[in-house]
Nanobody, 124 residues
Framework: QVQLVESGGGLVQAGGSLRLSCVASARTVGRYTMAWFRQAPGADREFVAAITRSASNTNYADSVKERFTISRDNAKNTVDLQMNSLKPEDTAVYHC?????????????????WGQGTQVTVSS
């Protein structure tokens, strides 16, 4: 069982930056592929970024590529999402997720563990 807790959300103007952090309860977080998803009101949960166990590979949604960076520190059981050049369309609740699958999957149904989410609001 892995518990995930996100933090770092807030209100920011367009063009600004935020850094989200996800802390995992498991000491073996290094055994999980980690990802960030987001969900806007009335919309489906959307893939944002994923990172492999060793952080050797990452995968990004086209809409955030070149603006967002996912990283992890297995010693600290954390996964971060650095978000730059934020746009109003980035407004959503951002969720951290974990899976024991090896691939950088984009489907939320393939992730087993989820955090409660943190709200990100970007004003125009």
């Amino acid at each position: 069982q892995v518990q995930l807790v996100e933090s770092g959300g807030g209100l920011v103007q367009a063009g600004g930056s935020l850094r989200l952090s996800c802390v995992a309860s498991a000491r073996t977080v290094g055994r999980y592929t980690m990802a960030w998803f987001r969900q806007a009101p009335g919309a489906d949960r959307e893939f944002v970024a994923a990172i492999t166990r060793s952080a050797s590979n990452t995968n990004y949604a086209d809409s955030v590529k070149e603006r967002f960076t996912i990283s992890r520190d297995n010693a600290k059981n954390t996964v971060d999402l650095q978000m730059n050049s934020l746009k109003p369309e980035d407004t959503a609740v951002y969720h951290c997720a974990a899976t024991q699958r090896w691939g950088l999957d984009r489907s939320p149904t393939l992730y087993t563990y989820w955090g409660q989410g943190t709200q990100v609001t970007v004003s125009s």
